[in-house]
């Protein structure tokens, strides 16, 4: 069953923004378990772009991204999401989100492709 869903992505010119989406199904503890955003690029390996801890107070980000994407939460709404300003060609891919332990089934992801 679907655990993990993932929204938001789109097409948009270098610079623009994204606000991308993951709601986990309600079945699944959600609030004390940190979480996190990767991205796979063709023919890449997935990585981990930015991870938020339980309660939202603490954010660890890629150097790729830092200052430019902001992680957060609402663990009312069992969603985590990722907010990208000053998008870069180099940052298409699929997003996916997931437990940084213990990982769920992964989602279908969200593309999210730069290009002019």
């Known amino acids: 069953q679907v655990q993990l869903v993932e929204s938001g992505g789109g097409l948009v010119q270098p610079g623009g923004s994204l606000r991308l989406s993951c709601t986990a199904a309600?079945?699944?503890?959600?609030?004390?378990?940190?979480m996190g955003w990767y991205r796979q690029a063709p023919g890449k390996q997935r990585e981990l772009v930015a991870r938020?801890?339980?309660?939202?107070?603490?954010?660890i980000y890629a150097d790729s991204v830092k200052g430019r994407f902001t992680i957060s939460r609402d663990n009312a709404k069992k969603t985590v999401y990722l907010q990208m300003n000053t998008l870069k060609p180099e940052d298409t891919a699929v997003y996916y989100c997931n437990r940084i332990t213990n990982p769920l089934r992964w989602g279908q992801g969200t593309q999210v492709t730069v290009s002019s």
């Open positions: 938020i801890s339980g309660g939202g107070g603490s954010t």
């Open positions: 309600s079945e699944i503890i959600f609030s004390p378990i940190i």
